[in-house]
């Protein structure tokens, strides 16, 4: 056994060697923690991308379903007046007809119901033309609402092609960050030890990505529920990793740290 002087030297060298590895190891579990909240984000945007794409599409599509309404409507219209139209012209005929048999009539009886009977086909040629018209009405405000909604389809497809470039552009922006991100990621988890990277890894999947939590006040950073003083004081000596009594996520003081800690 060497002199006791000695002794608390190499001890105290060794608490030195360890704290110096749990700070150097917290601090790889906090550029982790960055860069895993940043992945998980950037894959929630990317998720959402499709969703965002629809409701950017979503006055356009409405616009265009409007649209295809007013073209059935006036197809429909246009097959209705075109019907309107060969039965005046039948009626126009079938007057024309009567009215040419006045000169066969031989009495003042004959002549009165022939009278009639020309009104009564006046009557309806008037009312099937009345039609024909009021058809004709409806076709060119069908065909002028289809130029005016034409003409919103247009300026909307302009708002989405720009939208959309927009949104691809981003979603091509968060792969290539993502990519880099992924890369980093990777180079940093393989500086923290094999056990201690499985801890970390259920507890981030276990708590939504965070895994490592400051102690603020006395506090957990992470569930904000005020811990036990003798575990603050173990967190503060830093010689070991230490969890949360709560939550379980592994703790950590600002001052142990060389790099800016997470807000």
């Given at each position: 056994?060497?002199?006791?002087r000695?002794?608390?030297?190499l ?8 704290e ?19 992945i ?17 599409e ?22 209705q ?12 005929d079938s ?38 018209l009021e058809?004709m ?6 065909e ?20 959309s ?12 960050e ?26 981030k ?43 379980h ?15």
């Open positions: 056994m060497g002199p006791p000695l002794r608390v030297g001890e105290a060298l060794d608490t030195i060697i360890i110096d590895f749990v700070n150097s190891q917290l601090q790889y579990l906090i550029e982790l923690q960055t860069f895993d909240l940043r998980f984000k950037i894959q929630d945007q990317q998720r959402k991308a499709p969703e965002l794409l629809k409701a950017v979503a006055p356009l599509q409405e616009i265009l379903t409007r649209l295809q309404v007013l073209k059935k409507t006036g197809e429909s219209l246009v097959t007046r075109r019907s309107a139209e060969r039965e005046l012209a039948t009626q126009e007057l024309h007809k009567v009215r040419n048999r006045l000169s066969e009539l031989k009495t003042n009886k004959e002549y009165q119901a022939h009278l009639f009977e020309i009104e009564q086909a006046r009557k309806k040629k008037d009312s099937i033309e009345e039609n024909v058809m009405e409806r076709v060119e405000e069908n002028k609402a289809i130029k005016e909604l034409e003409e919103q389809a247009g300026e909307a497809k302009k708002v989405f092609d720009v939208e470039a927009r949104l691809e552009a981003q979603v091509a922006e968060l792969g290539q993502l990519t880099d991100l992924e890369r980093q990621q990777k180079m940093v988890a393989e500086m923290v030890e094999k056990p201690l990277l499985a801890r970390y890894n259920r507890l999947t276990m708590r939504k990505g965070f895994a490592v939590a400051e102690v603020r006040d006395g506090a957990c950073g992470g569930c904000r529920l005020q811990l036990p003083p003798q575990l603050v004081a173990e967190v503060r000596r830093g010689d070991e990793l230490m969890d949360c009594s709560y939550c996520r592994i703790l950590f003081m600002a001052h142990h740290l060389e790099v800016e800690t997470l807000d």
